[in-house]
């Protein structure tokens, strides 16, 4: 079983910027991605962005293309996520997500944290 760990979540204005963190404690194989999810109240759970672990290429969803960026370090087995031109709109349950298989959705090989609220005011 691989446990995620985040942080970083909290109360800003619009236009503001937070950066969240995800670690996971303890030693675990490589995944092929990790990645971050976010839900906002009576909403599905959906996709922010996500990073390759071997090459480092990364996706993003087209609402947070160019304010967010996400980066990893290998050697930290972290992932972040860099918050920019923050919009009340991103308010937010952010989960972290380590994928080993195919898919995001697939139980058996997709680990997520517990999640990190981010709120933005307006």
């Known amino acids: 079983q691989v446990q995620l760990v985040e942080s970083g979540g909290g109360l800003v204005q619009a236009g503001g910027s937070l950066r969240l963190s995800c670690v996971a404690p303890?030693?675990?194989?490589?995944?092929?991605?990790m990645g971050w999810f976010r839900q906002a109240p009576g909403k599905e759970r959906e996709f922010v962005a996500a990073?390759?672990?071997?090459?480092?290429?990364?996706d993003y969803a087209d609402s947070v293309k160019g304010r967010f960026t996400i980066s990893r370090d290998s050697a930290k087995d972290t992932v972040d996520l860099q918050m920019n031109s923050l919009k009340p709109e991103d308010t937010a349950v952010y989960y972290c997500?380590?994928?080993?298989?195919?898919?995001?959705?697939?139980?058996?090989?997709?680990?997520w944290g517990r999640g990190t609220q981010v709120t933005v005011s307006s």
């Open positions: 990073i390759s672990w071997s090459g480092g290429s990364t």
């Open positions: 303890g030693r675990t194989f490589s995944p092929n991605a």
């Open positions: 997500a380590r994928r080993y298989g195919g898919s995001w959705y697939n139980p058996s090989s997709t680990y």
